[in-house]
């Protein structure tokens, strides 16, 4: 979602026009997207399956199973996904003076991130501590700290933007926040427009189904299958 070195930035195009649904505009890199992709279907960080279907904790039955948290064991391509967040970080949001981690997957990248460019950074708990200070930021924010939120995927966006509001109720400006995937549910779509934030992220579902097509994961047989899945997945597989 970034130009990549050398392009011409006169080619930022906004996401309505392709196909990933996003509410906003931002520079998006197919390439870099399609390479992500490729790295969670060969790492096996995403998991596909339409004929025997995953069940989620929200009782959905899905096609797709996530889950970045297994690319922090192979250092090549962590890296790459470092440096993708990098990249966005100079061409989108070079004006944040904070990085902000969602616990609990997002907490590795954020400090990855914050190493790199040299910034400060805190993780955000889904709720506070029942004991001891009972935090729910566990760093330091002030008042009039520019922070980026970093997650590891964002599906609907209801919990990742749980973040995004108590860092704005203690006084921090929520620069917009940016993740490795999405599954670009119109739902999140809708949820990031209200809250006013703008988010990125390295690849999304789209990109991974082409890319899976190619790399002979999937036959083209089971696209219509995974598009209808992504459209309404409450109601898939009932």
């Avoid at 390439?31 to 279907?41: G, R, T």
């Avoid at 190493?115 to 993780?123: A, G, H, K, S, T």
């Amino acid at each position: 979602m970034f130009v990549s070195s050398g392009a011409d930035e006169s080619k930022t195009i906004c996401l309505e026009e392709v196909k990933t649904l996003y509410f906003c505009c931002m520079i998006y890199d197919s390439i870099y997207a399609a390479k992500v992709a490729e790295i969670l279907l060969k790492t096996k960080a995403v998991l596909l399956s339409v004929d025997q279907p995953f069940t989620w904790a929200s009782g959905w039955k899905s096609p797709i199973y996530c889950d970045n948290r297994k690319l922090l064991s192979y250092p090549s391509e962590r890296k790459i996904i470092v440096e993708g967040f990098i990249q966005i970080f100079k061409h989108a949001f070079s004006q944040a003076t904070k990085i902000a981690g969602v616990a609990t997957a997002g907490i590795p990248w954020a400090s990855m991130i914050a190493e790199r460019l040299d910034l400060p950074m805190v993780y955000v708990r889904p709720a506070p501590k029942d004991h001891g200070l009972q935090n729910q930021i566990e760093g330091e924010v002030f008042q009039g700290d520019k922070a980026l939120v970093v997650e590891d995927l964002i599906s609907t966006g209801k919990s990742s933007l749980q973040v995004v509001d108590v860092l704005r109720e203690a006084g921090v400006e929520v620069v917009g926040m940016m993740a490795i995937f999405t599954y670009a549910f119109p739902v999140a779509e809708k949820n990031f427009e209200e809250k006013k934030c703008v988010f990125y992220t390295l690849t999304d579902y789209p990109s991974l189904i082409e890319k899976a097509v190619e790399m002979n994961y999937i036959t083209m047989s089971y696209v219509s299958l995974l598009n209808q899945w992504r459209q309404a997945p409450e109601k898939w597989g009932i």
